[in-house]
Nanobody, 126 residues
Framework: QVQLVESGGGLVQAGGSLRLSCAAS????????MGWFRQAPGKAREFVAG????????YYADSVKGRFTISRDNAKNTVHLQMNSLKPEDTAVYYC???????????????????WGQGTQVTVSS
């Protein structure tokens, strides 16, 4: 079992930055692949970024590539999402997710993940 708790959301002006964190409990964190997803009102949950169990492989949605960076610290059981140059269209509830998976391939579909946090709101004003 893996429990996930997100933090770091908030209100920011367009062009600003936020850093989301996801704290995981459980002794098997180093064997889980992690992902960040987001869901805006009236829209489907969408993949934002993912990172492999070792941190050696990452993948980003085209909409955030070059602006967001995902990282993980297996010693601290945390994963982060650094979000720069934020746009109003980045406004959404952001969720971290985990799945027990070794290998470098990043999973990009929400149904491929087994564990989810409660979400943190990110609002970008124009």
């Amino acid at each position: 079992q893996v429990q996930l708790v997100e933090s770091g959301g908030g209100l920011v002006q367009a062009g600003g930055s936020l850093r989301l964190s996801c704290a995981a409990s459980g002794r098997t964190f180093s064997t889980v692949a992690m992902g960040w997803f987001r869901q805006a009102p009236g829209k489907a949950r969408e993949f934002v970024a993912g990172i492999s169990w070792s941190g050696s492989s990452t993948y980003y949605a085209d909409s955030v590539k070059g602006r967001f960076t995902i990282s993980r610290d297996n010693a601290k059981n945390t994963v982060h999402l650094q979000m720069n140059s934020l746009k109003p269209e980045d406004t959404a509830v952001y969720y971290c997710a985990a799945v027990h998976r070794l290998g470098a391939t990043i999973l990009r579909n929400w149904y491929e993940y087994d564990y989810w946090g409660q979400g943190t709101q990110v609002t970008v004003s124009s």
